[in-house]
């Protein structure tokens, strides 16, 4: 059974930067598509960004391009979310999540973790 367990999270100011960091244990890390999703108060879940099993593509939403980087480390079973120039909109819970198959969509992810808070003020 695959185990998902974020960290990283925490308060920063606006412009700031965090790095969220996601362990994966219980299948081999390599074979499955790694997401971040997002859910703020009072909204739905979102997509954030995924990266393949290999880290050779990856997607992100328009929101976080060009201020979110997703990378991967198959030798230590972690992907990593590092996030610049936050903004008080980022402010949600982040998690992490697996997938067999390349998709942004949030039912295409079977595996999920429980998600670390990051708050960003202005």
């Known amino acids: 059974q695959v185990q998902l367990v974020e960290s990283g999270g925490g308060l920063v100011q606006a412009g700031g930067s965090l790095r969220l960091s996601c362990a994966f244990s219980?299948?081999?890390?390599?074979?499955?598509?790694m997401g971040w999703f997002r859910q703020a108060p009072g909204k739905e879940r979102e997509f954030v960004a995924a990266?393949?099993?290999?880290?050779?593509?990856?997607s992100y939403a328009d929101s976080v391009k060009g201020r979110f980087t997703i990378s991967r480390d198959n030798a230590k079973n972690t992907v990593l979310l590092q996030m610049n120039s936050l903004k008080p909109e980022d402010t949600a819970v982040y998690f992490c999540?697996?997938?067999?198959?390349?998709?942004?969509?949030?039912?295409?992810?079977?595996?999920w973790g429980q998600g670390t808070q990051v708050t960003v003020s202005s």
């Open positions: 219980g299948r081999t890390f390599s074979s499955y598509i």
């Open positions: 999540a697996a997938s067999s198959l390349w998709s942004v969509r949030e039912n295409a992810y079977a595996y």
């Open positions: 990266i393949s099993g290999r880290g050779r593509s990856t």
